[in-house]
């Protein structure tokens, strides 16, 4: 076995191979240049004008725009990206992100940080400074190279690596606030990072400070949200070996400290209709909180050999959370909640790729091996005794995957086809590490039963001018979001069996620069016959609360999505995102297919930015958004608690002073300090739909500089 999985290492697959390369993009503000590598989308590093998929890769510049706007650096994406899920601005967690309605794969630096098994925290996506990220690409729609995981798509944040010979020095200092009641409310980020290349080396390293209060609304009212102290470090390496070859590192190592918290207490008020958030009372042990997480990975890159070029890697993702909550009602007063939750993987992979003439076209196909083994667990503890074992949220359990893939590409002319295969095969079991079967819901020891999945895509791509391309595809995804679910008290593993909730995928796009503007349009349609959800446990009705265990049900989703960027003049460029999106989901209770809410379905959504540098040193941002009134219910369903939401428009806007190295600046998020509930927050629960008011104006003031 162990030979075995050595051999299977050796042939293993990379993403973050090639991932310091320049990538082009359809979604950020600068005109883009679409014939640069994108490797996220592809194992092979195909140019964007050859995939027949929608991707968008947002720069370093516009990343930081949107940060001086909004803190959240997901938050931030739907207003570049079409097709992604409005994200609670002051959550940090991504449970509920998605795209195209469906579980995106979060990655940094080609590493998953997505609980996968059991969302409960989901805030990989947080444990990195967003001050360090160097651009974003994001694959919108499932996709098949991936395996289970990226239903929806994937968001890879990519860090900063060295540029040039000369040592280079990045610094920001910002804090933001909001305008009503500013007291607690302040957030300040400090980042500090240094890089060169030295001859056949590179190096750069970074370290964050975050200091994060709680927020107010536009009425200066709490919002669900908690202050924090983080500590981020970075660290990436890189050693040229010549002949092409490249020997790669990067590192992330995050801590975070969670402070006094907001909370809903469970009550409306009967003026408002909104929640009502209180500041809670402290958890007893509350100083033994934390989420800490670290990612690496090793790659290494040979363009010529064996006559193919060759990419392997490594990596390896560890997150430890200890929550130490007071989940507060007005019913039952404090509530104190203690767990330790444990998320790690480690995982391989490669990717062969050769070409082939075939006489005025080429061929070139792609194959290799992914391993991945994936440990979790949930237990709930005793603060206060030791953390001893009190409970499970999920048992201890690990889940293994094996998975080869092969993909060709054809290009004849102005035509490219292409399509693939993927095959995994899945192992796991119950772990004893924690086990006692005197606790309720205890699950036995043992190994599941095994399963597999095959997953397939195809596509084409049709050069209708030299910089526009007309593409259409088919995509099969999958996610295992509910395993750990199914495993809590399971007395015989053996029957549990990994059951990967698969989607189909139809895309029909066009995209391409006509001039100064470079534009995509997109319309998809995706089904699921067996949809990853969840719902009470049927064998604890009327208790005051049930477990959540996995549901399967049909699953329907389409949508329009469209992007556009003008470089109107050598001073003005303008950009804009339009996203439609329509879910509906199986219905056992009624028998029949209903309408997803805001929360899962974006509503029609418009968002149009601006940049404009009046003068050399004073650069302009501003965009607005409008989030279109959903008409999603029938009265029927209405009557029965299902609430179609109000439309929302909300502004921001920057202006920023260059001078020498240093950039000076002020930005403010809902500029207009709207009273509004967030699309996101319009959110269907098992009591009904929650209605909690959003974050009022918020102004950040800073400064960066690049020495």
Request: glycine fraction near 10%; proline fraction near 5%.
């Amino acid at each position: 076995m162990g030979m075995s999985i050595i051999t299977s290492l050796m042939a293993a697959t990379a993403l973050a191979s090639s991932q310091g390369d320049s990538l082009g993009a359809d979604a950020t503000m600068p005109h883009s240049d679409q014939a640069e590598i994108v490797v996220t989308a592809t194992r092979s590093g195909s140019a964007i004008e050859r995939l027949p998929i929608s991707v968008s890769v947002v720069d370093e510049e516009t990343v930081n725009e949107q940060l001086r706007q909004n803190r959240n650096i997901l938050s931030g994406l739907e207003f570049i990206v079409p097709g992604l899920s409005v994200q609670d601005s002051e959550v940090r967690g991504s449970c509920s992100s998605a795209i195209r309605g469906r579980a995106a794969s979060f990655q940094i630096n080609g590493v998953p940080v997505n609980e996968d098994l059991r969302p409960g925290s989901c805030t990989g996506p947080f444990t990195i400074s967003p001050f360090s990220v160097e651009r974003v690409e994001v694959v919108r729609g499932g996709t098949a190279l991936y395996g289970a995981g990226a239903p929806g798509g994937i968001i890879n944040l990519i860090t900063r690596r060295a540029k040039s010979e000369a040592l280079e020095i990045d610094a920001t200092l910002q804090t933001s606030f909001n305008t009503e009641r500013s007291r607690n409310t302040f957030t300040t980020d400090l980042y500090a990072g240094i890089g060169q290349k030295v001859g056949a080396f590179d190096y750069y390293v970074g370290a964050a400070y975050t200091d994060g209060g709680r927020v107010r609304s536009a009425t200066g009212l709490p919002v669900f949200s908690a202050a924090y102290e983080s500590v981020d470090l970075l660290t990436a390496l890189g050693l040229d070996l010549g002949a092409g070859q490249e020997l790669r590192f990067t590192g992330t190592f995050h801590n975070e400290d969670v402070g006094p918290q907001f909370y809903p207490d469970g009550t409306v008020d009967p003026v408002s209709g909104l929640s009502r958030i209180v500041e809670v009372a402290p958890h007893p042990q509350v100083g033994q909180g934390r989420d800490r997480n670290v990612t690496m990975a090793l790659s290494y890159r040979h363009p010529d050999l064996l006559a193919h070029d060759v990419s392997v890697s490594l990596f390896y993702q560890d997150q430890s959370i200890k929550q130490r909550d007071n989940f507060f009602t007005a019913d039952f007063g404090d509530d104190f909640f203690a767990s330790n939750r444990e998320n790690s993987r480690l995982g391989f992979r490669s990717a062969l790729t050769r070409s082939y003439p075939i006489g005025s076209g080429s061929l070139k196909t792609t194959y290799g091996f992914d391993f991945t083994r994936n440990d979790f667990l949930r237990f709930n503890v005793d603060a206060a005794d030791g953390e001893v074992v009190t409970g499970y949220v999920t048992p201890a359990f690990y889940l293994n995957t094996y998975a080869p893939f092969g993909q060709l590409e054809l290009g004849l002319g102005r035509l490219t086809l292409s399509g693939g295969f993927r095959r995994e095969w899945y192992s796991g079991a119950i772990e004893r590490e924690g086990f006692n079967p005197a606790l309720p819901r205890a699950a036995t020891p043992g190994a599941f039963g095994k399963s597999n999945l095959n997953l397939w895509n195809a596509g084409a791509v049709f050069a209708v001018a030299d910089a526009v391309q007309l593409y259409a595809s088919f995509s099969q995804g999958a996610e295992l979001t509910q395993l750990g679910r199914a495993a809590r008290g399971a007395t015989d593993p053996s029957l549990i069996t990994v059951e990967p909730a698969t989607s189909d995928q139809y895309e029909l796009g066009l995209r391409g620069d006509i001039g100064m503007v470079n534009f995509g349009l997109a319309v998809y349609h995706s089904r699921s016959a067996s949809s990853s959800q969840i719902q009470p446990d049927p064998s604890c009705a009327g208790e005051t609360f049930c477990p959540l265990i996995p549901l399967r049900v049909p699953e329907r989703f389409r949508g329009f999505e469209a992007n556009a960027s003008w470089k109107a003049t050598d001073t003005l460029t303008l950009a804009g995102v339009f996203t439609l999106q329509r879910g509906r989901v199986f219905n056992e209770d009624l028998g029949r297919f209903i309408a997803y809410g805001t929360d899962v379905a974006v509503p029609v959504r418009v968002t149009g930015r601006a940049e404009w540098r009046p003068v050399e040193p004073v650069k302009l941002n501003f965009q607005m958004t409008h989030y279109g009134a959903s008409s999603f219910f029938t009265p029927t369903e209405q009557a029965i608690g299902f609430v179609d939401t109000d439309a929302v428009t909300l502004a921001s806007g920057s202006v920023s002073y260059q001078a020498g190295l240093v950039e000076i600046y002020i930005a403010a998020d809902n500029l207009f300090d709207e009273r509004y509930v967030s699309v996101a927050n319009q959110v269907q629960g098992q009591g009904g739909f929650t209605f909690m008011e959003a974050p009022g104006r918020r102004v950040t003031v800073g400064v960066s500089g690049r020495f």
